[in-house]
């Protein structure tokens, strides 16, 4: 949701007239977009802004904009405790960035606004979108969940859908202009419809984008588990272009866990989803998230985590150390875990993850599979002649190509996979076909009339800039 975001605020300062600035120059504006979900982004906020406090002092011109869940979070005292900000705005009103830091040259005073509503959709604010080939389209904002961990509800709000009818529209404008992946994005979508009373809502968004011609892939995130209904996973293997991959976080796997957690299903709904989804699409993988040391969280509890991760045998787990939020009711909860003990069973999940993640990528040895090579993940390694993409279900992998007719950007690869490791497949023999798409013609024309196009939207990193400054 956040990248996403960001997209946007770069959408929106493009049509206001902004120019990006290239890696290694001294950009006019500094925009941060933060995350509040983890402890240490305040950390860094802060001391990513006493950095650049000099450059402030030396050119009153140059300006600083704080967005995203932290300001929402922190509101004034972002600019109490770095009065030489510019701009202070919330995760609701993005739209303003460009009207709030005009106001703020004019006027040569911070600008603080934050609502505490959403009034507009974000998803009609322009966007400059990392990819030419994969776009994310939001379906719905804020959480209706009160996970006791989670700061997201009280930063993004209560749910609120899209109508359908919109991120069709989306859809295939993004699809037009050469878009072949799009990732469905909300907080909790299945959870899609509640707003307008339509349970089956979200199966329903699915089905709709089986119909849409030149779509090759579509993926959503996150499920909630609570909210899970047969129809998607009947809509999932029933529409050709919605990926065999399903991503839903577990957090943990202790019923005692879950329940402190307020996470309103238990180990044995979860197991009993993902074994309906391996029924109707036996080539699925699926991913999740997990948190470790969440407070009470005894050894049992632990290895009861520990159990499901074996017995689950995820492609891939996103594991996280419990962070303790203040203003979440977990914060105040008896029994948090030390950081040592937090760190070994984090350290112990990694390494049985990392094994069960290395069996699941040695089953489809031999196997032939699809590759999406979209430009994120395309690299084109000449040394090696390789370029990277995904598969169907969502494995990374690294494909030989020749060089001499090389697949674009937006193309659909065949390969064998001829071995595995825990994070990627390699596919070390030429592809066995490549097929253009829609999307990579489209952007093929789009060069021939324009030139070449920067396949890779490259946004300065604060790195880049530190360097750059240091000189
Ligand atoms: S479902 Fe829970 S973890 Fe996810 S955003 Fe909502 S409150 Fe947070």
Known sequence: MN???????????????????????????????????????????????SFLAPRKKADPNFQIAVGGCMAQKDQDSIVKRAPYVDVVFGTHNIGSLPALLER??????????????????????????????????????????????????ALRGIEKDRPAADIMTEVKTLVDQGVVEITLLGQNVNAYGVDFGDRQAFAKLLRECGKVAGL?????????????????????AETENVMPHL???????????LQAMRRSYRRDRYMGIIEKVRAAMPDSTITTDI?????????????ETMDVVTEAKFLAAYTFQYSRRPGTPAATMPDQIPDDVMKARYDALHILQQKMSHEVNQQVIGTQQEILVVD????????????????????????????????????????????????????EELP????????????EAR???????????GMPTLQKLKENMAK
């Open 447 to 457: 060069t021939k009339e324009a030139g070449p196009q920067p396949i890779m939207v």
């Open 3 to 49: 990248v996403h975001d960001t997209e946007r605020i770069a959408g929106l300062l493009l049509a206001a007239g902004y120019e990006a600035a290239l890696e290694g120059s001294d950009p006019d504006l500094v925009v941060f977009n933060t995350c509040a979900v983890r402890e240490n982004a305040d950390n860094k906020l802060y001391g990513n802004l």
């Open 247 to 257: 991503h839903m976080p577990l957090q943990s796997g202790s019923d005692t866990v």
């Open 104 to 153: 703020a040259r004019i006027e040569e005073a911070s600008q603080v606004e934050i609502k505490e509503t959403l009034e507009h959709f974000p998803s009609t604010l322009p966007a400059r979108r990392h990819s030419a080939f994969s776009a994310w389209v939001s379906v719905s904002v804020g959480c209706n969940n009160t996970c006791t961990f989670c700061i997201v509800p």
């Open 291 to 303: 948190i470790v040391g969440f407070p009470g969280e005894t050894d049992k509890d632990f290895q």
């Open 432 to 443: 066995i076909s490549i097929r253009q798409t829609a999307g990579g013609n489209a952007q």
């Open 376 to 427: 994120h993940e395309g690299r084109h390694d000449s040394e090696r002649a390789r370029m990277s993409g995904r598969t169907k279900d969502f494995r990374l992998i690294h494909f030989a190509i020749d060089p001499n007719n090389a697949p674009r950007p937006g193309d659909a690869v065949i390969s064998k996979v001829t071995a595995a490791s825990p994070n990627f497949v390699l596919a």
């Open 216 to 236: 090759e892939r579509v993926r959503f995130m996150s499920p909630h588990p609570r909210d899970f209904t047969d129809d998607v996973i009947a809509a999932m």
